[in-house]
């Protein structure tokens, strides 16, 4: 019984490992499942938000914002105080 158990446990990974994924397919795989790079290529902006809430009560916002082709935008909040970052061209302003 024990041996039967082995083998099925050995078949199985072996199953696993035949079938192993590549990158490329994976890559693949995630642009479909965001609707093609069609829908990617039309994305002109991105907008990314987060929260920190501190130790001490205190509570911090951060923000960033992508626009095609090169431009960012990053603010960040922290107990009514707010600092904006804007830069283009990997150049900061």
Do not use: W
């Amino acid at each position: 019984m024990r041996h039967a158990v082995i083998m099925l446990v050995a078949v199985s990974c072996l199953s696993v490992f035949a079938r192993a994924q590549t990158a490329e397919e994976l890559v693949n795989k995630n642009i479909q499942a965001k609707g093609g790079i069609d829908k990617i290529k039309a994305i002109k902006s991105v907008r990314i938000t987060g929260k920190l809430n501190g130790g001490g009560g205190f509570t911090a916002a951060v923000t960033q914002e992508n626009v095609r082709p090169d431009l960012v935008r990053e603010t960040f909040s922290l107990q009514g105080m707010t600092a904006v970052q804007a830069y283009a061209s990997g150049c900061r302003l």
